[in-house]
């Protein structure tokens, strides 16, 4: 079956320092979406990417849909303390079943 | 507008006891998701119904899990007997859109500790 991964598992970054994190799908996607979940909460939807090579931004947060539609990845440039937290990647496939989110990345920041 | 609303927050049981969960989506949104999330993991699809119908229910374990969605607003999610293995926060989501496409908005989130 469809299989999400996302490197790195944990990333440890200074205030003001840029933070990627990357999605990997084993199968073509149709879609992706980004959400982020804070200690304690609940995953909110950030972003969703449909076409190959979208790239997308949200103020500090660069969001990027591969050309062959199996990875993505999350930038933020100048991290704050404010995104702290887990970023998943949720990928769907070309069939419209299965909405499969990958293990996450949780970032901290060192203020 | 109301987000996704569940019910309840937390719950302790033992294992081979039962539990069940309450879920009310955002109103009008025809899809629904309850996703398992073990800490440190990633939300793990259980069942998605599109209005009162499964669309797809490949990862529910059936012999344990079951969920309804009457009418095509509230679902609940039922465990019987649970496992220590269940132990997981329990979160449903809804969207607007079809299977698939568009935001999901979660809920808080039901913690099940089985002891």
């Known amino acids: 079956g469809q299989q999400v991964m996302q490197i790195p598992q944990y990333q440890h970054v200074q205030e003001g320092e840029d933070f990627t994190t990357y999605c990997n799908s084993s199968?073509?996607?149709?879609?992706i979406q980004w959400y982020k979940q804070r200690p304690g909460g609940h995953p909110v939807f950030l972003i969703q990417?449909?076409?190959?090579?979208e790239v997308k931004k949200q103020k500090r947060l660069t969001f990027q849909f591969g050309e062959a539609k199996k990875n993505s990845s999350l930038h933020i440039t100048a991290t704050q303390t404010t995104d702290v937290g887990t970023y998943f990647c949720a990928g769907g496939d070309n069939y419209g079943q299965n909405f499969v989110f990958g293990p996450g990345t949780r970032l901290s920041v060192l203020p | 507008e109301a987000g996704v609303a569940q019910s309840p927050r937390y719950k302790i049981i033992e294992k081979r006891q039962s539990v069940a969960f309450w879920c009310n989506p955002i109103s009008g949104h025809a899809t629904l998701y309850w996703y398992q999330q073990i800490l440190g993991q990633g939300p793990k699809l259980l069942i998605q119904?599109?209005?009162?119908?499964?669309?797809?229910d490949s990862q529910l374990p059936k012999d344990r899990f079951s969920a309804e969605r009457l009418k095509g607003v509230d679902s609940t999610l039922k465990i019987q007997p649970a496992k220590l293995e269940d132990s997981a926060v329990y979160l449903c989501?809804?969207?607007?859109?079809?299977?698939?496409?568009?935001?999901?908005?979660f809920g808080e989130g039901s913690r099940l500790t089985v002891l």
């Open positions: 119904f599109q209005n009162n119908g499964v669309v797809d």
């Open positions: 199968t073509t996607l149709s879609n």
């Open positions: 990417l449909v076409k190959s090579g």
């Open positions: 989501a809804s969207s607007l859109e079809q299977v698939n496409t568009g935001e999901l908005f």
